[in-house]
């Protein structure tokens, strides 16, 4: 029978000249399950890791010979990973300082006690762990719960509550490590899709029929119920529309503002379809699609155009929103779409963000990325699932210039209000659409005379532009907006569409990642 093999105990190197004095500290340790090595000076340590590996390292400041902090250079060079906790009588800034300087892990000044000790070990070489075991714990008791409640009839207050309890968790288990779990969080998610496009295709006309009743807020909202009152308290705003960000990409930016900004997040509802000409013009204009094609016929041209162009006015909206609120109002825009306009903008941080009125930026990288990977084999590999696809979101923004506004709006004490326009979902079905030529080509949303989908299921039919507050397509005009994981795919061109669009992150659609999005709004600490 094979024998399990256990885990070693973890390892403890403490380098004091005040051995003898150490040793109520050793036993007490070593009661915990850690082995404890020690020495008296510099070199013996250096000497001892250079024979062996440690997985902690308790380090006294002031010694004869060499200074804990004059060593550390050694030990970096031995083991460059090896957690380091400071031990000293100093209390003088200085030494604390050079020590965090040198990013020592902890420091711990004397007279200690052992559980003081035991406390900095645990959390540094057991935290980890410890904190995983707690999250599988906590997702274990909460998921039957999750389950029992699947029934339950929701409005959309309840729906922005399931879906960013699920949210936290993904990014949570995913964090930990928890791929088992993490996997039965995801067995949730057609249930969750399937409900929701259920209750948007009886709700959603409702709320446009009737704006004055209980409904969530929609795009046109944005503007006036959450921008408008920082505008008229402090005279100055940096309004940020990140494209095609979801709620789960936001909560792993969201620690990094924590130094910045006091983080206030709540959510909204992306008008439909959930694709940039229609969610964002409504974002900055405060009105439908259809209204501003009614209004704008020059601005929105042609209804059956599905470009860029669509967007070409968003400042106009905004400052014409703006002057109907409060109005003549400054307005600065920019939109970053490429390398150089981000060169650009560090360039010009100082006068990027206008001293009053409303500075808005409009930051594209993260809708480019999710578009990009059904172009380019490298994106796909590198951002293959949402996990991948929220860690080169991290990555980006740290170093981007979206950052660097936000450190700048900080600096100078100028509150952020923060969203997106639309989600995204990753798409592995195809779902085969019958349609005549005039249909449009979009994967999620399909607008046309005669339009249906092979399964009633995967989609959510129209039959007028007015039910959406859409702009008018003529006689039969008809909206086919995908439910689930679904992306539209013609008979004909069924293996073209598979193997071109299976596994793209898409939007237009009725999901809850592209349509319940985050607001934030960011209050720069005082």
């Known amino acids: 029978m094979a024998v399990p093999v256990l885990n070693p105990p973890k390892s403890i190197l403490w380098v004091d000249d005040e051995g003898e004095l150490l040793e109520p500290h050793r036993i007490f340790l070593r009661s915990k399950g850690y082995t404890v090595e020690w020495a008296s000076n510099a070199d013996d340590a250096v000497e001892l890791l250079r024979r062996r590996p440690f997985d902690i390292l308790l380090l006294d400041e002031q010694m004869p010979g060499r200074r804990g902090l004059e060593v550390y250079r050694d030990v970096r060079e031995i083991a460059p990973t090896l957690p380091v906790v400071m031990v000293t009588k100093s209390e003088e800034d200085s030494t604390l300082k050079e020590a965090i300087g040198v990013n020592i892990r902890d420091y711990l ?24 075991q707690a999250i599988a714990r906590s997702f274990v008791e909460r998921f039957r719960a999750i389950e029992l409640e699947r029934d339950h009839n929701l409005d959309w207050r309840g729906w922005i509550d399931r879906y960013d309890e699920l949210m936290r968790w993904d990014v949570d288990l995913a964090a930990a490590g928890e791929m088992g779990l993490y996997e039965s969080l995801q067995g949730l998610y057609p249930d969750m899709h399937r409900e929701f496009a259920l209750y948007m295709k009886e709700n959603y006309p409702e709320w446009l029929k009737n704006l004055e009743g209980n409904r969530p807020p929609l795009s046109i909202d944005i503007v006036a119920e959450f921008l408008l009152p920082i505008l008229e308290r402090d005279k100055a705003a940096v309004f940020i529309v990140v494209d095609c960000l979801r709620l789960d990409q936001w909560r792993v930016l969201e620690p990094l503002l924590a130094p910045f900004f006091d983080v206030e997040t709540t959510h909204y509802y992306a008008v439909l379809p959930t694709a940039t000409p229609y969610s964002r013009n409504a974002l900055f204009s405060g009105l439908f699609p259809g209204e501003i094609a009614a209004r704008l016929p020059d601005w929105w041209g042609n209804a059956d155009r599905e470009d860029e162009s669509l967007n070409a006015h968003e400042r106009e909206l905004l400052e014409a929103h703006l002057g109907e609120l409060c109005g003549k109002t400054p307005v600065r825009y920019q939109k970053i779409s490429t390398a150089a306009n981000s060169d650009d903008l560090e360039r010009h941080l100082g006068t990027a963000i206008g001293p009053e009125g409303v500075s808005a930026f409009v930051f594209n990288f993260v809708d480019l990325l999710t578009h990009g990977r059904s172009e380019s084999q490298i994106l796909y590999e590198v951002a293959r699932d949402e996990i991948a696809l929220r860690q080169i979101t991290r990555q980006w923004f740290q170093r981007s210039a979206l950052f660097s506004v936000l450190k700048e ?3 100078r004490k100028i509150s952020v209000l923060l969203t997106t326009d639309h989600g995204s979902i990753h798409c592995n079905t195809p779902a085969t659409v019958y349609a005549k030529r005039d249909a449009s080509a979009n994967l999620r ?21 007015d039910m959406l507050r859409l702009p008018r397509r003529g006689a039969g005009g008809n909206t086919l907006l995908a439910t689930n994981d679904c992306f539209f795919v013609y008979p004909t061109k069924l293996r073209e569409y598979q193997s071109r669009y299976r596994g793209s992150f ?3 659609g009725v999901t809850p990642e592209e349509v319940i999005l985050p607001l934030a709004l960011l209050t720069p600490r005082r």
């Not at 035991?118 to 980890?128: A, D, F, Q, W």
């Open 445 to 465: 949303y399909k607008f046309g005379e005669d339009l249906r989908a092979e399964r009633p299921d995967q989609a959510l039919l129209f039959s007028s532009e």
């Open 506 to 508: 898409l939007h237009g």
């Open 409 to 411: 709006a900080s600096r």
């Open 109 to 132: 000044v004397k007279p200690i006690n052992p559980r003081q000790v035991l406390t900095v070990v645990t959390r540094i070489l057991e935290g980890p762990r410890i904190r995983q």
